[in-house]
């Protein structure tokens, strides 16, 4: 297949894939993702200052519809790299600056849409979480400012993208941080400071997606030349705009697969009870913390695939396969040893009730599988973003949710939470596995003309 981004003689754009190269990706922007959670544990604390638990339940139910709203959008970081990346790989100046663009249109229409049907989804989201009076109040509180930062966090989606492509995942850093800690420092400011409750804690966000999206700009302009953008006629090429919009579709989907997967296994676990439930809660941050460390070295293979791609140059993509995966999976052994030996004690933090330890403890061991079964699906993940081999990567998510399913109503009745922790680890397993084997005949189509 010939890359629409290629834009020379290929043998004049090969490049060597090393250690150094992987690791200047994958540990600035590992430091940066694990800023995000930090965020949220920083949200919490300071509402819990205020001693009421309904604003805490108010933020979180907010929080979980704003993720549910955004996951429709995330393709616009994760595709903006993959398409800037190859068209880097092609030295295709015109091509990196008309992706940006078009992503930046696509996110502000979208962040508009968002605004303009922010009771219908709020509504909605409130009715399918449920909670109190008091919780539901707090809310619409938040719900209702924070909405606002829509179209800056889709920019800002766009742009972390788009120098994710171009291996500056420095800048990515910096805007990161940037972004995280202005957002914990108004937080601050504003609740405990100003005594503003969770409207404080939302304006947080918004002028932090502000700022942000100005830091970014700002950035953007001063790595490109004056005078050097593409003309609208190329930003709105059908055939480009075309094969974009169809990146973002099977990555959208893909994403709610995803997201359906987790969905599943929390509301199969309430149908065991509360305590299962605050158990497999517990278990699933685990996971949850190895995506964090594990998404810095998918984001290095997102580059380096794709930079690979564009430049139609297999060596390099064989080499980014190889080392991706040998530092995914010592990271995913060095997790998985600490969960093993410090797990005990991380579910003693997490909770305190006598009950929910224990059973955390029975079913501690998936816990600890769950970085070594789902590592390869990290790294695939990143492979095909960046080769932008998205429909295939859509194909295998849907394959392996409807293995994921099946299993567990074949296993449960059998071993019951653990048949659920062994179809979650299988759902894990399975998508790496056919993204292992799907990729070996997507690069011998991709790579025929190279």
Known sequence: MSNPNAGGNPSSLGFSVTHRSVLAI???????YLS??????????????????????????????????FTTFNFLRSGTTGLTAQAFGAQHEEEIRATLLRALVIAALGGLCVIAVQTPVRDIGLWFLGGSKEVQSATVRYFDVRVYSAPFLLANYAILGWFIGMGRAGTGLILQLFLNGLNIALSLWFVVGLGWSVE????????????????????????????????????????????????????????FALLY?????????????????AANAVLEKFILVAGYFLDGLATAAEQLAGRAVGARHRPAFDRTLKLTALWSFSMAAGLAAVFYVFGPALIAFMTTAPEVREIGRTYLIWAVLAPLLGVLAFQMDGVFIGATWSATMRNMMLLSLAVFIAAYYALFPVLGNHGLWLAMELFLGLRGL????????????????A
């Open 26 to 32: 994958a540990v600035p922007m590992t430091l940066g």
């Open 36 to 69: 995000t959670p930090l965020l949220g544990v920083v949200d919490m604390a300071v509402i819990g200052r205020l001693g009421n638990p309904a604003l805490l339940g108010g933020i979180a139910l907010g929080g979980i519809i704003f993720d549910l709203v």
């Open 200 to 255: 404080g804690a939302a304006f947080a966000t918004v002028l932090s997606e502000i700022s942000a999206t100005c830091l970014g700009l700002v950035l953007v302009l001063a790595s490109v030349e004056k005078g050097s953008w593409p003309s609208a006629a190329i930003v709105f090429d059908r055939r480009l705009l075309i094969r974009m919009m169809a990146v973002n579709r099977d990555i959208m989907i893909r994403s």
């Open 261 to 277: 997967a987790y969905a599943f296994f929390m509301a199969r676990s309430a149908d065991q009870g509360d305590t299962v439930l």
């Open 434 to 449: 056919t993204l292992l084997a799907a990729c070996r005949k997507r690069a011998a189509e991709t790579f025929v003309a």
